[in-house]
């Protein structure tokens, strides 16, 4: 078990190109399981036009030894080609959605408006009562608009995942 205390533990992003076929997030995730790896975030979809391969990102965390495990563990497995850890081998660009569902009235329904604005958080449903928002950005910015939500009414909130990919010419 990996102790969030430890300074040495960081968290990664890890990229795999698969082939698209049944079985293999199943495989995926019980690598992940099978050894008590935490997945913070996890994101599947095909990546290729015939449809013949998928990309998978998965946010863990652990110590640099523990990260070094987890790719070799994932290369190892059939039909994975490649395994990148990207906040290791150089700048990448790493978002996440969100949809931010609001209930409120008065002044909550006011502020949720301001401070959607200034995190520019787009609406995308508004009844009488209730918003729902939808965000694009970095995890942690994120996490502050939902932090900020919870007083004025946050109802539900439902996330994409981490979708990540290397800057410039780097490809997975």
Known sequence: MIDPKDPTVRSATISCLVENEAGVLARVIGLFSGRGYNIDSLTVAPVEGDRGRSRINVVTSGTPMVI???????????????????????????????????????????????????????????????????????????????????????AEVSRTGVAAIARGTRIL
């Open 68 to 154: 070094e495990q987890i790719k070799a563990q994932l290369d190892r497995l059939v039909p994975v080609h490649r395994v990148s850890d990207l906040t290791q081998d150089g700048p990448h660009i790493a978002r996440e959605m969100a949809l931010v569902k609001v209930v409120g009235s008065g002044n909550s329904r006011a502020e949720a408006l301001r401070l959607a604005d200034a995190f520019r958080a787009r609406v995308v449903d508004a009844t009488i009562d209730s918003f729902v928002f939808e965000m694009t950005g970095q995890t942690e910015k994120l996490d502050a608009f939902v932090d900020l939500m919870r007083p004025l009414g946050l």
